[in-house]
């Protein structure tokens, strides 16, 4: 879900209810749940702080209509807060940052393994490599271009182009390893050479400098 579809999301639920109070409440709270599953994680610090102000809430007032209204006013505050956050553009970044460091890290343990010797490290890495060339793709077409969905890759980087994300010439040097990225995840590993792990890297790597480093 981009940015767009968060905050409109956010003012679906935002948006006055004619339903019961207990109703719009349940609604609103899976609602926000949600989002903030989404954009902080299952396991985040807000989703925690959000739930123990409602615990606390329900421990501390008394009457159904008094505790559902001051948690609605919680959970409203929690989806403003979020929705603040995505119009600076914190949410976008902090995704961009972490897909960064995730890819990275393929990237090192790639490189790790060309520095061993054998077949089998460079087919380790070349594996890794291929995997990291096209979540990096995919994931620039998501958050840069709108593309939803899984299409095959030679159309996402044909996206990319028209949406002059990627240009000459390093969309022709992307398609160019579509090849390798096929050999790769089809074991073909005849088909290709250590030189060719390390120019796919370097090349994911200039990739992720410019669109998911940390500004």
Do not use: C
């Not at 940015?3 to 003012?11: E, G, H, L, N, T």
């Not at 610090?45 to 006013?73: C, N, P, Y």
């Amino acid at each position: 879900m981009d940015s767009a579809a968060i905050i409109k999301r956010i003012d679906e639920l935002l948006a006055p209810k004619k339903d019961h109070l207990s109703i719009a409440y349940s609604e609103l709270l899976q609602g926000t749940t949600s989002i903030m599953t989404l954009v902080y994680g299952s396991n985040s610090f807000q989703l925690k702080a959000l739930q123990s102000t409602l615990d606390s809430l329900r421990l501390h007032l008394h009457g159904i209509e008094t505790v559902l209204g001051q948690q609605s006013s919680a959970v409203r505050g929690a989806l403003q807060n979020i929705r603040s956050e995505v119009e600076a553009g914190l949410i976008v970044n902090l995704t961009q940052q972490i897909t960064g460091d995730v890819l990275t890290d393929f990237i090192a343990l790639a490189r790790t393994a060309l520095d061993q010797n054998g077949d089998g490290p460079k087919n380790v890495a070349a594996v890794l490599a291929a995997a990291a060339f096209e979540d990096t793709i995919r994931r620039m077409g998501e958050s840069l271009a709108g593309i939803t969905g899984r299409p095959d890759l030679q159309d996402v980087l044909i996206k990319l182009k028209v949406a002059r994300i990627i240009q000459p010439p390093q969309i022709g040097i992307a398609q160019s390893y579509l090849k390798f990225r096929n050999d790769a995840l089809h074991a073909d590993w005849n088909k290709i050479e250590r030189t060719s792990v390390h120019s796919v890297l370097a090349f994911v790597e200039q990739l992720l400098l410019k669109h998911f480093s940390q500004p």
